[in-house]
């Protein structure tokens, strides 16, 4: 069988997707991960003795195992039912990272009410946080930590996906307790496509922008997303949480605390020095208003009567201040007294609070957004969750492998003390890891066991969300076989013969040619070639994706980048330096083929290439398939050879499959 593309129809080779679907299927309710694979009579496709082989390479069951089915195996504790029947309130805090808690400025409390609300009783604090988002930013967040799958890093999980049937913990609380759900934002409700996926999603009402009166403060939310200061915003939204039949779930997104963080000069608190006079000064006074309006959110959900029987919870949805910007790295780690980090980046609080219980707790294990819907099931007593997740319960299990897939590439996680990156040309040995409390080398020999399971957990996330699973597998209550034969029944088999384009990537006229001709609706996949193909697809993604940037703050003609996305699943880009496979894939290409260089990649680290990137096949020039067959022979890929060498003007050209190895 060919190697075909990675996320969506691998069903043989990805033996996690197999195991999950077992547990979800067969048993969706019933035992723990090992005992479920073990009593399965499964001979489809001969995967007995494959999936007896993954569950003996799990060392230790107990341990966070890409998550469904486990969940019931993590309902002790002294926790467990300790909110039920009370109603939740989750607000998303817009680019609130960890480090702003922890620290103060020029000895200034920069966040004194989320400080002090960590310090009072019936509040439990995690530390070790991290958020998990894919292209759709604060949309993400908010999908990861409702339904315990990660976004997609194609394009935002609300447009690519919004026909899609879900199960998270909206329609969780709705189907099992009985919540009303509602979801707070004050916005403009077709930003990230909110209004159509909202329903989907299980939320019973969306307040947007419509539903408040903004204050218009200028600066507000920054660049063109200028909308309801915090303050105004959970004045509102307490209101209309006062006329909620009960219990009720209330999602809110905060806004107020946006880059670039233009806060007007009255409402900033925090003296800066001259050297931070700049976005970081900025940040902290933004973050710093942000916490005055939580604290205002408390005091006014005990003035309204909504405080005493609710448990709320806080977390960030992504960084304020990327290590992306040297100039802002150099700033921070200034600041920071000690480098500016990944992890300190991604980590951002989760605050879960909860009146009138006598506990004060702070938990270090791992956790990320994919992890807050089980924590909540658990706190709100719910014994069974009949649905797809791949987060744990935070409160009993152990450290999670947090999978990252934006800044680091994916492969790297977070499990503990210990980071590891993976290295940008997607080589295992070329990666680093280290302790995040020191900042001390560690090493990646004992990381390759974490860096798959992340890995896993991105694609099969993508598997999920592709192919529409949670309908499959929820809704429609389809078998194992009939889920098998649905998806592999549309396998797209790469042709025998494909058309060739190389594109320079200053052929402006070639670009506008090429873009034309894959906008007709009759034309088949095209195999890309470029002097700089990720340079190439990126000026792609800029001149016809109808994204734009305003005031350093992105936004999207929907219908353009529909018509783009389309277009865009018609190119086959072809990589020459395998550094930057991982980067055309983060730009949402899914079919892509890798032309080796053997003065690059010796055989064995080639061949380690492959394994960890899985293209869907291999080109080469014709004149030297024969001279590098001991680079591909064996590797189960479809190989591609082309009449060619070095080519260095745009041309068009067939490109022919060789018969199966």
């Known amino acids: 069988m060919d190697l075909l593309p990675k996320p969506i129809k691998k069903i043989i080779q990805i033996k996690i997707i197999i195991v999950l679907l077992v547990l979800l299927i067969i048993n969706p309710l019933g035992s723990s991960f090992a005992m479920t694979i073990n009593s399965q009579e499964f001979f489809t496709y001969h995967l007995r003795d494959f999936l007896q082989g993954f569950i003996e390479e799990q060392s230790d069951q107990g341990e966070y195992a890409l998550a469904t089915g486990t969940y019931e195996g993590q309902i002790g504790g002294d926790f467990f039912g300790i909110a039920k029947g009370r109603n939740l309130i989750v607000l998303q805090l817009e680019s609130i990272q960890n480090m702003l808690v922890q620290r103060d400025y020029n000895g200034q409390e920069i966040m004194p009410e989320l400080r002090g609300l960590i310090e009072s009783p019936g509040t439990i604090y995690f530390s070790n946080y991290y958020y998990q988002i894919g292209m759709g930013n604060t949309s993400d967040a908010e999908f990861a930590s409702n339904n315990s799958i990660m976004g997609s890093m194609e394009s935002y999980t609300y447009q690519l996906f919004a026909d899609n049937y879900f199960n998270g913990l909206p329609w969780v609380l709705k189907k099992e307790l009985g919540y009303q759900t509602n979801v707070f934002h004050g916005y403009k409700k077709e930003f990230w496509n909110r209004e159509n996926i909202y329903p989907a999603l299980g939320f019973d009402r969306f307040y947007s922008a419509d539903d408040f009166e903004s204050d218009h403060i200028k600066g507000i939310g920054g660049g063109n997303i200028v909308g309801i200061s915090d303050h105004a915003f959970y004045d509102q939204a307490t209101d209309y949480m006062t006329k909620l039949p009960e219990p009720y779930y209330s999602f809110l997104i905060s806004l107020s605390c946006h880059n670039p963080f233009m806060l007007p000069e009255d409402l900033r608190e925090i003296e800066i020095m001259p050297q931070h006079n700049n976005i970081v000064g900025n940040y902290i006074n933004a973050a710093h208003y942000s916490d005055r309006c939580v604290g205002e959110f408390i005091s006014e959900l005990k003035e309204k009567g909504l405080y005493d029987n609710s448990i709320i919870v806080l977390y960030g949805d992504h960084f304020g201040l990327t290590k992306a910007d040297s100039r802002i790295d150099e700033v921070v780690s200034d600041w920071l007294g000690e480098p500016y980090r990944y992890d300190t980046m991604m ?64 492969g790297s996680y977070i499990k503990g003390d210990t980071v590891f990156e993976i290295a940008r040309d997607g080589i295992y040995g070329n990666s680093k890891a280290w302790d995040r409390r020191t900042g001390g080398k560690v090493n990646i020999e004992g990381c390759y066991a974490d860096h798959l399971k992340a890995r896993q957990m991105i694609e099969l996330s993508d598997f999920y969300l592709r192919n529409d699973i949670l309908r499959l597998a929820i809704d429609q209550r389809k078998t194992l076989d009939e889920i098998i034969a649905q998806i592999t029944g549309s396998e797209d088999r790469l042709p025998d013969k494909l058309i060739g384009r190389f594109v320079r990537v200053d052929d402006d006229a070639a670009i506008e040619g090429l873009f034309a001709e894959l906008s007709k609706s009759n034309q088949s996949r095209v195999l890309l070639m470029s002097d700089d193909i990720l340079e190439l697809l990126t000026k792609l993604d800029k001149d016809y994706s109808g994204k734009s940037k305003v005031k350093g703050h992105a936004s999207m003609d929907q219908s353009t980048n529909q018509a783009f996305l389309e277009t865009k699943r018609k190119i086959i880009p072809m990589v020459s330096v395998v550094s930057d496979y991982t980067k055309v894939e983060y730009l949402g290409y899914n079919y892509i083929m890798i032309t080796p260089d053997m003065r690059e990649y010796p055989n064995k680290t080639f061949q380690e290439a492959l394994k960890m990137n899985r293209p869907c096949g291999i080109v080469l020039p014709k004149s030297s398939w024969l001279a590098s067959m001991n680079l591909w022979t064996g590797c189960q890929l479809p190989v591609y050879i082309y009449d060619g060498e070095i080519m260095t003007e745009s041309k068009v050209m067939p490109v022919y499959r060789l018969p199966s190895q």
Do not use: R, W
Request: net charge negative; with cysteine.
């Open 347 to 410: 980590n951002v609080p989760l605050i879960i609070h909860i009146p009138g219980i006598q506990v004060n707790q702070a938990f270090e294990n791992s956790g990320g957004q994919i992890d807050l819907m089980p924590t909540l099931c658990y706190l709100l007593g719910i014994e069974k969750l009949d649905t797809i997740y791949l987060g744990q319960n935070l409160f009993t299990g152990k450290d999670s492998t947090v999978a990252m897939q934006t800044h680091m590439l994916k």
